[in-house]
């Protein structure tokens, strides 16, 4: 058995009696019922997951990964392609957004080289990024195949590795990536989920003007019509349109639902990471939670896809893990409200009349 079927055949829904329990409890806090919202569902979802009354959430990691596209070629990014390399220096140095968001919810960052198209070896060497390197970006989706199955089946094993090498050290993972043009194989990948049109789920991405937005969503068309993938076959997706990160962000949510860890999904790129490790598996779902929405389009369409609604929508449109690093504060605030308020009982306080 490969070590993606073993991941998979471990991922079992989340424990309802802890649910149950949670939810007793939550209803009996010193506050009206249900008065902290959306927290107290957060608090119920993390009790699920971990099968624990008292949920950890204070080691909390996002997870960056890196690699580059052939679509670029195509013209569908403003910036190019050498600023992924030059991004994980940067990431290494503490200079970039997640860095500083990170920082402020004492979450700790770690990056992987799927695939990179420039020289990290300095930073391997030196053990400030894991490789997982498949090869030097993926091929151009307007013109076949992103990468062949083999390959989309080591991106894939690649983040469930990761996820299994933090597990002892991580309580809450987020997702990251890195990758110029990963808007355009995340936009196809969720047309082809979500049966919306190229056009429906297609945004921006680093700024584009009309003219060249128009272009993109020509690429993603075409790139739609060229590969065309196996129905049910989320692999082949992922081969046919996809990028090495984006089967990493699959591979790290598949691993962490696995080992009944939270995920905590950031935007476009890494919701569509969510949709293929969703396709494999759908129990994997039970362990995402939604950072944000993001003002590309089709995140929503995304997030619909998979039934969740996002913690935070804030005009997030970084990536990195941005947004995933600032909802790491509410994920633990959830289990805080869960282990560290009172009941009504405990604290000796009067209930609401009946």
């Not at 082809?192 to 128009?214: K, Y």
């Not at 993603?220 to 984006?246: C, M, T, W, Y």
């Not at 990471?273 to 944000?292: E, S």
Request: net charge negative; glycine share 12%.
């Amino acid at each position: 058995m490969s070590l993606l079927e073993h991941t998979v055949v471990k991922i079992q829904p989340q424990d309802q009696q802890a649910r149950s329990e949670a939810l007793t409890r939550l209803q009996q806090l010193t506050m009206p019922s249900w008065a902290l919202g959306r927290l107290m569902d957060l608090a119920m979802d993390m009790a699920g997951i971990t099968g624990s009354m008292k949920p950890p959430a204070e080691q909390k990691v996002i997870v960056i990964m890196a690699g580059d596209h052939g679509v670029v070629a195509e013209g569908v990014s403003k910036y190019p392609q050498e600023v992924t390399c030059q991004m994980v220096r940067n990431f290494i140095n503490g200079g970039a957004g997640i860095n500083a968001i990170a920082r402020t919810t004492r979450s700790k960052v770690v990056v992987v080289d799927l695939g990179v198209a420039g020289d990290l070896s300095d930073l391997v060497e030196s053990g400030l990024v894991l490789s997982k390197r498949i090869a030097p970006g993926t091929r151009n989706i307007a013109q076949g195949p992103a990468m062949n199955r083999e390959e989309a089946i080591r991106s894939i094993e690649a983040g469930i590795q990761v996820a299994f090498d933090l597990a002892d050290s991580t309580d809450v993972f987020g997702t990251g990536e890195m990758g110029i043009g990963n808007t355009t194989p995340s936009s196809a990948i969720t047309a082809s989920f979500t049966r919306h049109s190229a056009a429906e789920v297609t945004g921006r991405g680093t700024g584009l003007d009309d003219t060249s937005f128009r272009h993109k969503i020509s690429v993603i068309e075409r790139s739609l019509q060229i590969n065309q993938s196996h129905q049910g076959d989320p692999v082949d997706l992922l081969a046919k349109l996809g990028g090495f990160e984006i089967g990493g962000i699959a591979g790290l949510i598949l691993g962490a639902a696995s080992l009944r860890k939270p995920v905590v999904i950031d935007g476009f790129i890494s919701t569509a990471g969510a949709l293929i490790a969703n396709g494999i598996n759908p129990l994997a779902g039970d362990y995402m939670i939604a950072a944000h929405r993001s003002v590309e389009p089709g995140h929503l369409a995304a997030l619909e896809y998979l039934g969740k609604i996002p913690l935070l929508d804030l005009d997030l449109r970084l990536g990195e893990g941005t947004g995933a690093a600032l909802a790491m504060t509410l994920v633990e605030a959830s289990c805080r409200i869960l282990t560290e308020v009172s009941t009504f009982e405990e604290a000796s306080v009067s209930g609401a009349d009946k």
